[in-house]
């Protein structure tokens, strides 16, 4: 009985938001981008690399674009084909932050933290596109949870206490990172966050044990390679987006940035998970303090807490103090969100914690609790579904039907 109780709320909940996830897909217009992506994948189709017409390489999401391209390959092209692949990595998506919440924390954390991603109303956005946010937000997870369990002791779960690291799952690691990273760039961000973590929590001799380096240096290699393929692709192109909407702006307007991202996170239903977050973190870190022992000393739960804060915070202060303003979105701070969910769903589990030891009751408060933030999300998420597009299809339909045969056709995409 306890289990039906337990499963049928997020399944319902779960299952609502893969349907609107794929109802966006129906009735939501391209975002201009897509038209970008859906193009590269037919130029792999035909040459075998997102070749343009004018000859540079289209570099953005290398990986995604070839996914596309093989979901058009068997599919059809077709728009929604073309977004099948997002629609796709945003329900493994769900599906793998219920299982990082149950394996770093415990069955009610994986729970809430899926209903809040299920229902995230950026995560159903990006999810039913055809770009590369929906793969990065899964391959990020993915990367920041194979990192911190590298760390960890034992073949069965976390455990207190760091020792010899493992190749195989530093290899794991690396593989991810190599995933997530020739999905979208921004996966650089995380590198050095994953890299402190690694000194935190080991010393940073750690960081010369031979698993521990080569996965590293695998990583250093990826970066390298995809700067190398980024100037060869497209010859100036970085440059010249540097110079007119620098990627890199070193403490440039950060108020501005500040004002963005704090209201983005502090709006609607999202006010509640960044509470959540603050108080989850402030309880791991007052027992830190209080322990005055190593991070790895800590019990697992409490290590995974703040383990996952220092990539979100970590990721929001770069985003706040090196990024270029033209990249202020909620779209590139999307890919440590799970990170956000799961430390607000330890915020939510505590408190239900402190009030009751008994299994039974905790799990009904958790359901009650999860259901009513369900509830409290659900406007948000339809609202999505009404979002108004800008109709570049109607538009190059238009071009079509209105070109001649001596007309040229200028984009700002080479």
Not at 80 to 87: D, Y
Not at 272 to 287: K, T
């Amino acid at each position: 009985m306890l289990r039906v109780v337990i499963g049928l709320p997020l399944a319902v909940i779960v299952v609502g938001g893969i349907w609107l996830r794929w109802r966006y897909s129906q009735t939501v217009g391209l975002h201009v981008d897509e038209f970008t992506t859906l193009w590269a994948a037919r130029r792999t189709l035909e040459e075998g690399v997102p070749r343009m017409p004018s000859g540079v390489i289209y570099t953005r999401g290398l990986f995604s674009t070839y996914i596309t391209a093989a979901f058009l390959a068997v599919g059809g092209e077709s728009y929604t084909v073309g977004r099948l692949p997002s629609i796709v990595f945003g329900v493994a998506s769900i599906v793998a932050i219920l299982g990082v919440g149950r394996v770093g924390w415990n069955r009610r954390v994986g729970w809430l933290a899926a209903i809040g991603l299920a229902l995230l109303p950026e995560a159903i956005t990006w999810s039913g596109r055809a770009r590369f946010y929906s793969q990065l937000l899964l391959f990020a997870l993915l990367t920041i949870w194979l990192a911190y369990w590298a760390l960890q002791t034992d073949d069965d779960g976390p455990k207190e206490g760091v020792v010899a690291p493992s190749l195989g799952r530093y290899m794991l690691f690396a593989a991810m990172f190599v995933l997530a990273l020739f999905s979208q760039e921004e996966t650089i961000l995380l590198f050095p966050l994953i890299v402190l973590g690694m000194v935190l929590w080991g010393g940073w001799r750690y960081l010369l044990r031979p698993p521990v380096l080569t996965a590293n240096l695998i990583c250093i290699g990826a970066m390298a390679m995809r700067y190398g393929f980024e100037i060869w692709g497209q010859p100036g192109y970085f440059d010249t987006i540097q110079e007119q909407k620098p990627y890199v702006a070193l403490l440039h307007d950060v108020a501005a940035s500040w004002q963005f991202y704090s209201g983005y996170l502090m709006r609607n239903a999202r006010i509640v998970w960044s509470i959540a977050a603050l108080f989850g973190v402030g309880v791991a870190l007052v027992q830190w303090i209080r322990r005055r022992v190593p991070l790895n000393r800590l019990p697992a739960d409490q290590q995974a807490t703040l383990y996952f804060a220092l990539h979100f915070f970590g990721v929001l202060v770069i985003l706040l103090t090196m990024v270029g303003s033209g990249w202020r979105d909620s779209r590139y701070i999307l890919f440590v969100l799970p990170c956000w969910l799961l430390i607000g769903a330890v915020g939510i589990t505590w408190v239900i914690d402190r009030i009751s030891a008994q299994l039974a009751w905790r799990w009904s408060m958790t359901v009650l609790v999860g259901t009513g933030i369900a509830l409290f999300m659900w406007p948000s998420a339809v609202n999505v579904l009404a979002q108004d597009s800008d109709r570049y299809e109607d538009a190059f339909h238009y071009v079509l039907a209105q070109r001649g045969d001596d007309d040229i056709v200028m984009t700002p995409q080479p």
